[in-house]
């Protein structure tokens, strides 16, 4: 008698805990799950935290402004607009030190340390190295420049060897100014750097 009372008991037991089983499946099933829904919702919330950074020219276009669209040059082209704006509405009359020289002394956007080290320089005569080296690629390039147009009006045709020869020579030069330039974007400020010289290019802008 007690062990089949057991036994039943057991039975009611696993019974009871299929039953919970079950209903918890089925509650979890049926519950919602985020799929498009909430991306959507996301990828609304960034769309409206960026719209927000836009001047209000731009703004409520919704999705007709690409990320293209939103560039560089339309936020340019509204500062633009609002700085004649306010000129023609006489914004920029009897402003502080208005027919007094600009004091240029000191640089707000440099480095202060760079900045005091520029000022001595200056003061003893002196500039930097990459100014220098820059006035120095310069006068180079003009030189090599005006010796490549000579030689080019005065060739016959591509083969010939007056040509071939001075063509040579003058991409020997072109190597080593390109060589400085390469010391001097190593050495100059970030925002300053300059391209090489390229001889399809420059001999394409004497055809």
């Given at each position: 008698?007690?062990?089949?009372?057991?036994?039943?008991?057991?039975?009611?037991?696993?019974?009871?805990?299929?039953?919970?089983?079950?209903?918890?499946?089925?509650?979890?099933?049926s519950a919602p799950k985020p799929g498009k829904n909430a991306s959507h919702h996301l990828s609304a919330v960034?769309?409206?935290a960026k719209e927000r950074k836009l001047p209000p020219e731009l703004r409520g276009h919704g999705s007709a402004l690409s990320d293209l669209d939103r560039s560089e040059t339309d936020i340019i082209n509204v500062a633009e607009q609002r700085i004649w704006q306010s000129m023609k509405e006489g914004q920029f009359e009897n402003l502080p030190g208005k027919g007094k020289p600009l004091d240029l002394s000191t640089n707000p956007h440099a480095d202060p340390a760079e900045d005091t080290l520029f000022r001595i320089l200056s003061k003893n005569g002196c500039a930097p190295e990459w100014v220098e080296l820059n006035k120095e690629i310069r006068t180079q390039v003009n030189?090599?420049?005006?010796?490549?147009?000579?030689?080019?009006?005065?060739?016959?045709?591509?083969?010939?060897?007056?040509?071939?020869?001075?063509?040579?020579?003058?991409?020997?030069?072109?190597?080593?100014?390109?060589?400085?330039?390469?010391?001097?974007?190593?050495?100059?400020?970030?925002?300053?750097?300059?391209?090489?010289?390229?001889?399809?290019?420059?001999?394409?802008?004497?055809?």
């Open positions: 008698m007690a062990s089949s009372h057991l036994i039943r008991r057991s039975v009611v037991n696993q019974g009871h805990l299929i039953l919970l089983y079950n209903t918890r499946r089925a509650s979890f099933s960034i769309d409206a030189i090599w420049r005006f010796a490549l147009k000579k030689a080019w009006a005065n060739r016959c045709n591509q083969s010939d060897p007056q040509w071939i020869e001075t063509a040579e020579a003058l991409k020997l030069q072109m190597s080593a100014i390109n060589n400085k330039v390469f010391r001097y974007n190593l050495i100059v400020p970030f925002g300053r750097q300059m391209f090489g010289l390229k001889w399809e290019k420059e001999v394409a802008r004497l055809t």
